[in-house]
């Protein structure tokens, strides 16, 4: 980040970021507000936080952190429901984050901008009050936000609510997907995911900017159609996790026998396995993805974390048989620090969710894919891995051992899942080259930096 630094304005100024309180949110917010930091244009950085999740200021010592109540219930924050949970907490923070918006504007030094998660959807208003620009950051993927933006049109074509006999159909308004890949939530009111959705996209519309964890390279054609429908200033400037290596901003604790299992195995050997911090299944499907690993005859580290599956509080559910089964090839742990995992020269396929964290740390470190989307952008995202990048497999016909097992040779031994690994090759090269000195993602940096100043 070197290059980027520059003279400190002489007048002080300081940026203001919040959070949305999950993983997949809370990990790009800090990397955002590192590689500003780093860039020296900015006086301080105080992140503005609910009490949920709340990040550990010692980790981030160069950052001041304000919690404000959210007033969740135990159920509330435990509620697999993201609409709902979406719904609440906007409900309950908006009064509290006024409030100390209000604060430290009375402060004297002065703030150049606000820069909040688009899921906050009170925060333009807020902003606007204050007469503070407020900048968005989305931590999907550009493609997903055209998929959020176009729901309505799509709800009045008839593509949604998804009808069974249609999943495989075309989405023409939006290729590559089909009907099956449009984000929709399992949620017990579907009219409050597109109220929800309608509103973030409103609200970063009415933005002052919008900042992307993408890269020109990988959503050139998104990109486009984003500039051509929306005319507000937008900085792609990822994959942010690389400016910086270390994840200091992992709610969970990292197993820290990850990486010494990996120093074990022999090199592109490893399967590792892992869906992120929201997604839930049930026993019947854990299962069955158990035996598929153990019928790969594949090494595999897998992440079970505590609450995926349903019911259950950790590997009471493996199958009988499973462990003697693997005779040692299998790892299981709570939690990985994964982007390590995935630089370890160990592993050589990540069977994942698709968040798009997860996507990107994926391509960045050069690991083809089997995609194993749940909800929301997750299955868009996926259709881009199998379709557009072609760097990884999908389960397009049932989950049963016998395909798992099949697929995870495919991906891990066979000249396909070779070919997959020289293109995911090229594109964490790219990402590369985007963030050196006249990449594409390093301008957009340093244009962000000028915007923000401008205010
Ligand atoms: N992650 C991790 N250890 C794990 C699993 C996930 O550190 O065992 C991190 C991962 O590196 C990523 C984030 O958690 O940065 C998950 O974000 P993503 O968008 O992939 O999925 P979500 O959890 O939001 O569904």
Same mark, same amino acid.
């Given at each position: 980040?070197?290059?980027?630094?520059?003279e400190?304005? =002489?007048?002080?100024?300081?940026? &203001?970021l919040?959070?949305?309180?999950?993983?997949g949110?809370?990990? *790009?917010? $800090?990397q955002?507000a590192?590689?500003?930091h780093?860039t020296?244009?900015?006086?301080?950085?105080t992140?503005?936080?609910?009490?949920?999740?709340?990040?550990?200021?010692?980790?981030?010592p160069?950052?001041?952190?304000?919690?404000?109540?959210?007033?969740l219930?135990e159920?509330?924050?435990?509620t697999?429901d993201?609409?709902?949970?979406?719904s609440?907490?906007?409900?309950?923070?908006?009064g509290?984050f006024r409030?100390c918006?209000?604060?430290?504007?009375a402060e004297?030094?002065?703030?150049a901008?606000?820069i909040?998660?688009?899921?906050?959807?009170?925060?333009?208003?807020?902003?606007?009050?204050f007469?503070?620009?407020r900048i968005?950051?989305?931590?999907?993927?550009?493609a997903s936000?055209?998929g959020?933006?176009?729901?309505?049109l =799509?709800?009045?074509?008839?593509? &949604?609510?998804k009808?069974?006999?249609q999943?495989?159909?075309p989405? *023409?308004? $939006?290729?590559?997907l089909k009907?099956?890949?449009l984000?929709t939530v399992?949620t017990?009111?579907?009219?409050?995911f597109?109220?929800?959705?309608?509103?973030?996209?409103?609200?970063t519309?009415?933005s002052?900017?919008?900042?992307?964890?993408?890269?020109?390279d990988?959503e050139q054609?998104?990109?486009?159609?984003?500039?051509?429908?929306f005319?507000?200033p937008?900085?792609s400037?990822g994959?942010?996790?690389k400016?910086?290596?270390?994840s200091?901003?992992s709610?969970?604790?990292?197993d820290t026998?990850s990486?010494?299992w990996?120093?074990t195995?022999p090199?592109?050997?490893?399967?590792y396995?892992s869906?992120?911090?929201v997604?839930?299944?049930?026993?019947?499907?854990?299962?069955?993805?158990?035996?598929?690993?153990?019928?790969?005859?594949?090494p595999?580290?897998?992440?079970?974390r505590p609450?995926?599956?349903r019911?259950?509080?950790?590997l009471e559910? $493996?199958?009988n048989?499973?462990m003697e089964a693997?005779?040692g090839?299998?790892?299981?742990?709570k939690?990985a620090p994964?982007?390590?995992v995935l630089?370890?020269?160990?592993?050589?396929?990540?069977w994942?969710?698709?968040?798009?964290?997860?996507?990107?740390e994926?391509i960045?470190e050069?690991?083809?894919?089997i995609?194993?989307p749940c909800?929301?952008d997750?299955m868009?995202?996926?259709r881009?891995?199998?379709d557009?990048?072609?760097?990884g497999?999908?389960f397009?016909?049932?989950?049963?051992r016998?395909l798992m097992?099949?697929?995870?040779?495919?991906?891990?031994v066979?000249r396909?899942?070779?070919e997959m690994r020289?293109r995911?090759?090229?594109?964490k090269?790219?990402a590369?080259v985007s963030?050196?000195e006249g990449?594409?993602?390093?301008?957009y940096?340093?244009?962000?930096?000028t915007y923000i100043?401008?205010?």
């Open positions: 980040m070197e290059n980027h630094k520059r400190t304005p =002489l007048k002080p100024r300081r940026l &203001l919040f959070p949305i309180p999950s993983q949110h809370i990990n *790009p917010m $800090l955002l590192n590689i500003l780093s020296g244009a900015f006086s301080s950085i992140v503005i936080h609910p009490h949920l999740n709340s990040p550990n200021p010692t980790n981030h160069h950052f001041t952190f304000l919690p404000i109540p959210d007033g219930s159920n509330e924050a435990s697999r993201v609409v709902a949970f979406l609440v907490l906007n409900r309950n923070c908006a509290p409030d918006l209000a604060e430290l504007l004297e030094e002065g703030v901008c606000l909040t998660d688009a899921w906050w959807l009170f925060s333009q208003a807020v902003a606007d009050g007469g503070l620009p968005v950051l989305r931590t999907g993927s550009v936000f055209l959020f933006a176009a729901l309505p =799509l709800r009045e074509k008839g593509y &949604l609510p009808q069974d006999s999943l495989e159909e989405v *023409p308004e $939006l290729p590559p009907v099956k890949d984000p399992t017990h009111n579907s009219e409050n597109y109220n929800l959705v309608a509103a973030m996209v409103k609200e519309k009415s002052a900017g919008l900042i992307w964890n993408s890269f020109e990988l054609s998104p990109l486009t159609k984003f500039r051509q429908e005319p507000i937008n900085f400037i994959p942010f996790h400016y910086f290596s270390a200091s901003t709610l969970l604790a990292h026998s990486i010494p990996l120093d195995q090199p592109k050997s490893v399967l396995v869906f992120g911090s997604v839930e299944m049930g026993g019947n499907e854990f299962q069955e993805i158990a035996w598929g690993l153990a019928d790969s005859l594949q595999f580290l897998w992440v079970v609450g995926l599956v019911g259950s509080k950790w559910i $493996l199958p048989g499973f693997i005779h090839r299998g790892h299981i742990v939690w994964q982007q390590e630089a370890h020269r160990a592993v050589g396929g990540f994942t969710h698709n968040g798009w964290n997860s996507t990107l994926s960045c050069g690991v083809p894919m995609c194993y909800f929301g997750q868009g995202n996926a881009y891995v199998t557009v990048w072609r760097i497999i999908g397009e016909s049932g989950m049963e016998g097992a099949r697929t995870i040779r495919r991906l891990m066979e396909e899942g070779e020289e995911i090759m090229c594109l090269e790219k590369g963030q050196q990449g594409s993602s390093h301008h940096l340093e244009s962000l930096i100043l401008s205010f």
